[in-house]
Nanobody, 117 residues
Framework: QVQLVESGGGLVQPGGSLRLSCAAS????????MGWYRQAPGKQRELVAA?????????NYADSVKGRFTISRDNAKNTVYLQMNSLKAEDTAVYYC?????????WGQGTQVTVSP
């Protein structure tokens, strides 16, 4: 069983910043990648950023967040972070941590990010 524990969501003003954290349980598991998705009400879930868990770090970002968001990881802690800067109203969504492991793809409960004046 993989459990993802998320934190860091909240309410921020446009242009503000938030840092999301996600810790994945199961140090004995092999994690291939971790990342963040988001889903606004009535919209499809969107990949925000992903990062590989190996020695070579590869990252991918949605075009809408490139240059503003940064994903990072701590493999020893099976933890992934998402630093979100220059937040816009359109970034408002529920952000879900994801992890691809030997057990498949797992999801966190989601954390609300609201960008509003």
């Amino acid at each position: 069983q993989v459990q993802l524990v998320e934190s860091g969501g909240g309410l921020v003003q446009p242009g503000g910043s938030l840092r999301l954290s996600c810790a994945a349980s199961g140090s004995i598991l092999r994690f291939y990648a971790m990342g963040w998705y988001r889903q606004a009400p009535g919209k499809q879930r969107e990949l925000v950023a992903a990062i590989t868990s190996g020695s070579d770090t590869n990252t991918n970002y949605a075009d809408s967040v490139k240059g503003r968001f940064t994903i990072s990881r701590d493999n020893a802690k099976n933890t992934v972070y998402l630093q979100m800067n220059s937040l816009k109203a359109e970034d408002t969504a529920v952000y879900y941590c994801s992890a691809l492991s030997t057990l498949g793809n797992s999801w966190g409960q989601g954390t609300q990010v609201t960008v509003s004046p």
